[in-house]
């Protein structure tokens, strides 16, 4: 059973920064791209950013470009997100999936809140 579990998030000032953790377990995700969504209230989950299988190629959702960065640690199975000048519209719970998304590796997820 695959498990995907976030962590790292909480409450920040505007500019603040998080880092971001995804461990998975119950299979190897070496060979998948990976990414990180995000869902804020009222709104549907969003696509935030990506890394290849190498961690050589990555994608950025345009509003997170520059203050994002997402990286992996394959020998770990997991995946990080480093945010730094958070802003109060990057408020949202944040999920990591392989790509293309599969609906039954889900987690809960992890509430980040930028406060101004």
């Known amino acids: 059973q695959v498990q995907l579990v976030e962590s790292g998030g909480g409450l920040v000032q505007n500019g603040g920064s998080l880092r971001l953790s995804c461990a998975a377990s119950?299979?190897?995700?070496?060979?998948?791209?990976m990414g990180w969504f995000r869902q804020a209230p009222g709104k549907e989950r969003e696509f935030v950013a990506s890394?290849?299988?190498?961690?050589?190629?990555?994608d950025y959702e345009d509003s997170v470009k520059g203050r994002f960065t997402i990286s992996r640690d394959s020998d770990k199975n997991m995946v990080f997100l480093q945010m730094n000048n958070l802003k109060p519209e990057d408020t949202a719970v944040y999920y990591c999936?392989?790509?293309?998304?599969?609906?039954?590796?889900w987690g809960q997820g992890t509430q980040v809140t930028v406060s101004s």
């Open positions: 999936n392989r790509l293309p998304r599969r609906a039954d590796y």
């Open positions: 119950g299979r190897s995700f070496t060979g998948h791209t």
């Open positions: 890394i290849d299988w190498s961690g050589g190629s990555t």
